[in-house]
């Protein structure tokens, strides 16, 4: 039987629905306080929130229990996560939410070509026309 929780298509849309609120809630939140300031507070509930769910699912686990591997690859998407947020709240703060969000959503067209380039995956020819047209269209929506 099917279980809509261990869908990745499930999740990846929950994902969808949370990262539109963010640009909203984010627009307004980042009105009247320095942008990154707005992006700490934004990271501070993040750990928090995070801290609080593994601690009650029991998942929290030791550092040295994790590879190096892990660490040096976590660490990385870290930073390109925090960059992402610093450059996003600075986008929202000048410009408007519907053209910054889908701007910041050629994020998509840039993982499908970094990981058929750094992680051998393939897409098909139907893939990569889609692939094109979220980038014309995020370009279009963004004009």
Avoid: H
Avoid at 60 to 73: C, E, G, H, N, Q
Avoid at 126 to 136: D, E, H, K, N, R
């Amino acid at each position: 039987m099917f279980n809509l929780t261990t869908s990745w298509i499930f999740w990846a849309f929950l994902s969808a629905c949370f990262a539109a609120l963010t640009a909203i809630f984010a627009k307004v939140g980042v009105e009247n306080i320095n942008s990154d300031l707005a992006t700490l507070i934004r990271t501070v509930v993040i750990l928090v929130t995070l801290t609080l769910i593994l601690a009650a699912i029991g998942e929290l686990k030791k550092p040295d229990a994790i590879s190096s591997r892990t660490w040096v690859f976590l660490i990385l998407s870290g930073l390109a996560t925090g960059g992402s947020w610093i450059c996003y709240f600075r986008a929202l703060k000048i410009g408007q939410a519907a053209q910054v969000a889908p701007i910041d959503k050629l994020s998509v067209v840039m993982v499908a070509i970094f990981g058929a380039v750094f992680l051998g995956e393939k897409l098909s020819l139907t893939g990569w026309v889609g692939v094109a047209m979220i980038g014309l269209g995020a370009v279009l929506v963004a004009l």
